[in-house]
């Protein structure tokens, strides 16, 4: 395996700006910190993605903690960048609006990692539901009605699949 997708993403440390943005100073190290954590997000989702897509699944799950962390992060920046926002439209709406091209090709690349993930889901799914749909045919007897239809089998002949969801 790659050393490069062992390593989590660098994350910053902590989130650089605390407080709304009241200077142009403030707002240009608000919108900094909000995209070296987009950044940040980004990256883990990113090998996330190339992982689950590699069919290395219990890989991908070992980024679980970073991407919960990560998230934190931006929901915060989220939040700071929200009240700080009518500061932002008035007196940097440049900084504003590369802000908001920043964020909607972060958004392109969640939804390429939605997709990912939801097709590994859909994938696995049938393979579950394939093998339990064998094991039912092999578990239930093949008999007939007195009118020549095949009878349905009831609960009682329908034997359940275990399954261990831990990986």
């Known amino acids: 395996m790659n050393n490069a997708q062992r390593q989590p993403a660098p994350a910053p440390d902590t989130i650089a700006v605390s407080s709304v943005a009241a200077t142009p100073a403030e707002a240009r190290k ?8 987009m950044n940040a997000l980004l990256a883990v989702i990113e ?9 290395k699944v219990r890989e991908a799950l070992k980024l679980e903690q970073d991407k919960n962390e990560m998230s934190r992060r931006y929901i915060a920046m989220i939040s700071l960048l929200k009240t700080s926002q009518k500061y932002l439209a008035q007196n940097t709406p440049d900084l504003l609006s590369a802000l908001h091209r920043h964020h909607d090709v972060f958004r392109a690349m969640l939804q390429v990692n939605l997709t990912v993930l939801a097709t590994a889901h859909a994938v696995s799914e049938g393979i579950v539901r394939g093998v339990n749909a064998e094991m039912q045919k092999r578990n239930i007897p093949q008999t007939y009605t007195a009118m020549g239809q095949r009878a349905q089998p009831g609960r009682v002949n329908r034997t359940p699949i275990v399954i261990n969801r831990t990986m």
């Open 47 to 55: 090998q996330e993605t190339t992982l689950v897509r590699a069919g």
């Open 30 to 37: 608000l919108a900094e910190s909000m995209m070296e954590v």
